[in-house]
T-cell receptor
């Protein structure tokens, strides 16, 4: 089982601010993912990475960007937050197979 | 894109009852996963299935990979209050690298 961490857990921020959501895993997994989830709803893949310097957009269009400079770190950035970005953001990682292990999530509220 | 139909959307049961939920797809999947999500937390992997017909248990939970490879089932026996939460199925479609998630089944238990 992966140890995967997300910070902050909760963030309330004003419109127009730049934010970075942090995600780190300690298992050396090559694959990492970001999902967006409205409360109680299904998960939508917004970004994924299969290794260092590799990032791809997911199935749901997002104004956020990601980077993968180190294996263990996969931060997500919003250059200018808007109320429509209010959601829960979940980070996950996996090894060679398809079992993804999730972090606790960041609940973002943009006012 | 690929879609999973998860049912039921919600269940209200008495403590001690057994629970069944399922996911179906119109296309073939190579992997089925079942997750549980508590409020404000990330999904936790319960069971992973990799072969058609496979039946796997994890304590009171049992999941099956359908013979047609287009569906999967999760059963919970003798439910207890801590089973409350949202259960998600996820699958890896044949020929795809990414997971597809179901819409979730919200389980509520009356003591």
């Amino acid at each position: 089982e992966a140890d995967i961490y997300q910070t902050p857990r909760y963030l309330v921020i004003g419109t127009g601010k730049k934010i970075t959501l942090e995600c780190s895993q300690t298992m050396g997994h090559d694959k990492m993912y970001w999902y967006q989830q409205d409360p109680g709803m299904e998960l939508h893949l917004i970004h994924y990475s299969y290794g260092v310097n590799s990032t791809e957009k997911g199935d749901l269009s997002s104004e956020s960007t990601v980077s993968r400079i180190r294996t263990e770190h996969f931060p997500l950035t919003l250059e200018s937050a808007r109320p429509s970005h209010t959601s829960q953001y979940l980070c996950a990682s996996s090894e060679a197979g398809y079992e993804q292990y999730f972090g606790p999530g960041t609940r973002l509220t943009v006012t | 894109g690929q879609q999973l139909n998860q049912s039921p959307q919600s269940m209200f049961i008495q403590e001690g009852e057994d629970v069944s939920m399922n996911c179906t797809s119109s296309s073939i999947f190579n992997t089925w996963l079942w997750y549980k999500q508590d409020p404000g937390e990330g999904p936790v992997l319960l069971i992973a299935l990799y072969k058609a017909g496979e039946l796997t248990s994890n304590g009171r939970l049992t999941a099956q990979f359908g013979i047609t490879r287009k569906d999967s089932f999760l059963n919970i026996s003798a439910s207890i209050p801590s089973d409350v939460g949202i259960y998600f199925c996820a699958g890896q479609p044949q020929g795809a690298q990414k997971l597809v998630f179901g819409q979730g089944t919200r389980l509520t238990i009356n003591p």
